[in-house]
């Protein structure tokens, strides 16, 4: 017997399609998505990312970022970071006294973390909560080309909801970084359905507008607006598109205001959306990568300064825009 198609007009589609979205009960998903992000929004307390200043100590850490006028550190926690996670219960609490002493805070810190059952997690995340740390960065996860796109994010939503539960016992709040590229979060639209059903107040998105406009082009902003109410702190880049010798064309980051963002569009929606908390500027560019004169830590340091004060500034703009 041959097989038989069943076809149906439109009106027999949109009938169908709205019994069906009837049926279907009002999830998690549907109360955090009416929710305003934060009312009012956490304060955006500026942070430096900590990567490119691994070279100091934590001492001369927060006196180079106290310098540059920021309002705090996003440290580095993480293997090769500036705290060992095998030594987060020794050092956290110094690099935290070093950027008190400045007069600085740590609001947020960034972590390899990507299962609760990994060796060092709860070791941080106890360290973290102690000493009043809110936010902490995930590590990346990627997708699986055998389990392919669907099945590999089911897999994970699982382990979502675990990080969910173990950020809740600890009161911190661990958010996953959209990144340019095939990893997971790259779309932004992807983290949505690992984060639709869990409580934002313990687990989102930091939302990186650098590498959601260099994938999404001039959409990155439905994928702000969709996962808007698990934002709950930021990254501030700019980057430029640049053609290597191989032809292939890259974005490469450059200083705030200098490139391809649209920051007014960008920061409207932050205050539309109230997207608050704190912001962490990531120096990806000469002299902090890329930059192989050689000189003096001392002149470096100088050096580092003036041009991180560059970001601060920039960014201290378009923040004031919002108030």
């Not at 590999?152 to 539960?165: D, I």
């Not at 890259?250 to 109230?274: A, C, H, L, T």
């Not at 120096?283 to 002149?299: A, G």
Request: with cysteine.
């Amino acid at each position: 017997m041959k097989n038989e198609k069943t076809w149906f007009s439109r009106r027999d589609f949109v009938s169908i399609m709205a019994a069906a979205g009837a049926a279907i009960p009002v999830t998690s998903a549907g109360r955090y998505l009416t929710q305003t992000q934060q009312d009012p929004p956490g304060k955006r307390y500026i942070h430096i990312f900590s990567k490119p200043l691994q070279w100091l100590s934590y001492d001369e850490t927060a006196e180079t970022v106290a310098a540059a006028g920021a309002q705090g550190i996003d440290l580095t926690v993480r293997p090769g970071g500036h705290v060992l996670p095998e030594n987060v219960k020794r050092d956290l609490p110094l690099a935290v006294r070093a950027a008190g002493k400045q007069g600085l805070r740590v609001d947020m810190i960034v972590t390899s973390i990507t299962d609760p059952g990994e060796k060092y997690t709860e070791d941080i995340l106890a360290a973290a909560s102690e000493l009043g740390i809110k936010y902490y960065r995930l590590g990346y996860l990627n997708y699986d080309d055998k389990t392919g796109i669907w099945n590999t994010l089911q897999k994970y939503k699982q382990v979502f909801n675990r990080l969910e539960k173990i950020n809740r016992k600890y009161g911190i709040h661990g958010a996953y970084q959209n990144h340019y590229g095939t990893r997971i979060g790259g779309p932004v639209w992807d983290l949505f359905e690992l984060l639709k059903d869990l409580d934002p107040a313990f687990i989102g998105c930091q939302y990186d507008v650098r590498h959601a406009v260099a994938e999404g082009g001039s959409s990155w902003v439905n994928g702000l607006k969709l996962i808007a109410p698990w934002v709950r702190c930021t990254d501030i880049k700019d980057f430029i598109w640049t053609q290597g010798e191989n032809g292939k064309w890259n974005p490469q980051s450059v200083p705030v205001g200098k490139g391809m963002v649209n920051f007014d569009e960008y920061f409207r929606i932050v205050r539309s959306y109230n997207i608050g908390g704190p912001v962490s500027i990531h120096l990806e560019y000469p002299p902090f990568e890329r930059f192989n004169e050689k000189m003096p830590d001392s002149e470096k340091k100088k050096l580092f300064i003036t041009e991180m004060k560059k970001d601060v500034d920039a960014l201290k703009g378009f923040l004031e825009k919002l108030i």
